[in-house]
Each structure stands twice: as structure tokens, then as C-alpha cells.
């Protein structure tokens, strides 16, 4: 009885890992469109040269490929039926949130030496895309709830696959963009050096990184990762 439990939870866990590594797919391929797919419809459309449009458009594509994913594959779906009312604060306050983490994330790159006055625009976008890799995925699978957040983020603190790989596609999109600031005050004269492309390309790598090793590393690892029911 023990040996068939055993291999029931493992057949689980590998099908939520083929799950999530389709959805991990449909992410990069958000990104991949965002990119190619603007210029048959805009004219001079490239990643350096209209970075702004691409941001906006990368950020909107993300954002609705994990809304209709966690929709869809709904990895943290409860038991309790929530009413209409319920859906449309909690929508609301994802909204709120979102915001709040752009601001920050600004607020956060001025501190640490982008244009205060200059360049408003270039730098609150990029802080939209950081968010956008961040911060949206944390609310479609988490919601507006801070305590599991800081669950989720805390040593050991996953319960579940998916938040392992929340944690390593949102470190991977942090370290990106932090990576993406060292070639800025080099004196290459190189365009993707201009404020902030080379950090939003760092965040991208990043994030489109993670959403690829993360389902590999989890994979691989699948044996030794047990997960509590928080």
C-alpha cells in the first residue's frame, strides 16, 4: 500500500512537472513573439531602437500569457468558492500591488543611481518589466498575500512546485537585470548601453532563463524535494 502511494505522488509530481514546463514554454514563447511579431505591423520596430514600444509590449504579452495560464492550469486552486464581489477586490488589490512594485522598483533604481529628473519614462518601464516578471507571476499564483510571499521566498518555505519555480525564474530575473547594470559605465559607445537597455535585456535573459532551468533543475531533483502543506 506504502510502494503504490509512493508511486501515485510520483506520477503526480512528474505530470505537474510536464505541466509546468509547457506553461514555462508558452512564457518564453510571450517573449519571443513580443519581440519579432511588432515589426510586421510597426515600422521600424526593433528591441534598441523603439526599446520603449518593446517594453510596453513585452510587458502587456507576459502579463497575459500567466493570467490565462494560472486560469487555466490553476496550480493553488481552493476548495471555497469565492463570490463575484470577492474576485473583483482581490482583482483590485492585484492591481494595487502590481503598482506598488512598479513605484518601488523605480524608487529603488533611483537610489541606486539611475536619472532622477532624465530618462523618467525609460527607467519606470524598465521598473514595469522587472515587475512584470516578478510580481505578476507571484500574484497569479499567490495572490495579494504578502505572508505567503514571504513564505515562499523564505528558506524551505515552498509548498509546492510551482513556487519552487516562482522562486528561481524571479531570483533569475533579479540577477539579470543587476548583471545587465555592469556594462553601462564602460566606455564602449556600444547603443544597448544607452539607460536602461542593457538592464531590461539582462532582466529578459534572466527571466526567460529561470523559466527554462527551473522545470530542469526541479526535474532532475525530484526525489530529494518534498514539499509541506503551509
Request: aromatic share 14%; charged share 10%; glycine share 4%.
Amino acid at each position: 500500500m506504502h510502494k503504490l502511494s509512493v508511486t501515485q505522488g510520483s506520477t503526480m509530481k512528474n505530470t505537474d512537472i510536464r505541466r509546468l514546463f509547457y506553461a514555462h514554454l508558452l512564457c518564453v514563447l510571450s517573449v519571443i513573439l513580443s519581440t519579432f511579431v511588432p515589426s510586421f505591423f510597426l515600422e521600424s520596430f526593433s528591441i534598441l531602437e523603439t526599446h520603449l514600444t518593446w517594453l510596453g509590449i513585452c510587458s502587456v504579452s507576459v502579463t497575459a500569457v500567466n493570467l490565462v495560464l494560472y486560469l487555466v492550469v490553476k496550480p493553488n486552486v481552493s476548495s471555497k468558492r469565492s463570490s463575484s464581489s470577492h474576485k473583483v477586490a482581490r482583482f483590485l488589490k492585484c492591481c494595487i500591488y502590481f503598482l506598488m512594485s512598479c513605484f518601488s522598483f523605480h524608487v529603488i533604481f533611483v537610489l541606486y543611481g539611475a536619472p532622477l529628473i532624465e530618462l523618467v519614462l525609460e527607467t519606470f518601464l524598465f521598473a514595469v518589466i522587472l515587475s512584470t516578471f516578478t510580481t505578476v507571476p507571484c500574484l497569479c499564483l499567490l495572490g495579494p498575500n504578502l505572508k505567503a510571499w514571504l513564505r515562499v521566498f523564505s528558506r524551505n518555505g515552498v509548498s509546492s512546485i510551482w513556487e519552487n519555480s516562482l522562486q528561481i525564474t524571479t531570483i533569475a530575473s533579479f540577477i539579470g537585470a543587476w548583471l545587465g547594470a555592469f556594462p553601462i559605465p564602460l566606455d564602449w559607445g556600444r547603443p544597448w548601453q544607452v539607460w536602461p537597455i542593457s538592464c531590461t535585456l539582462g532582466a529578459t535573459f534572466g527571466y526567460v532563463a529561470g523559466l527554462v532551468l527551473s522545470p530542469l533543475w526541479i526535474y532532475r531533483n525530484r526525489k530529494q524535494l518534498t514539499y509541506k502543506n503551509n
